[in-house]
């Protein structure tokens, strides 16, 4: 299968939305539950600028993921860590475009001097941890019920990779 990855325009809109409410409602990915609508999604474009970007995978001219760097704290000193959001359409899971979101996302973030990545997810999405876990990332610890979704407390597993090596981090 050939994969696109580029970066995200306004016209992708529809398809990151319908993805992230895919995310939403199969309950693996997020502790949202209310499905969002476009004005939402463009209000989160629109906070998706300079450092913090977004790609999509694009397969014959189908969107069928994305991946956004976020804001992680707005404190000065957590300045070059950044918050990861990975998305594939259902269809798509499993098959590789993953590994292909991550590899560009990362190379973003480092010319836009992030020295790290961090993420949760749920301790029982397998799949997503496979993928972070083979691509160099590490677990970090599970904040026990750290949420709630469908009235139930669930834990949320935090993971990270650094970008650069531990020396480069010591500006002086």
Known sequence: MDILIRTVNQGDLPSILRIYNQGIEDRIATLETDLKDLPFMEGWFEK???RYQVIVAESQNQIVGWASLNPYNLREAYKGVADLSLYIEREFRGKGIGGKLL???EG???ENRFHKIILFTFPFNQL???LYQNKG????GVFKHQGILDNKFVDVMA???LLINEEDTNEN
Do not use: F, T
């Not at 990332?137 to 970090?140: A, F, G, K, S, W």
């Open 48 to 50: 998706h600028q300079e």
């Open 103 to 105: 590899k560009e996302i």
């Open 108 to 110: 973003i973030a480092r």
């Open 128 to 130: 997503g941890q496979g």
């Open 137 to 140: 990332y590490r677990d970090v």
């Open 159 to 161: 993971m990270e990779k």
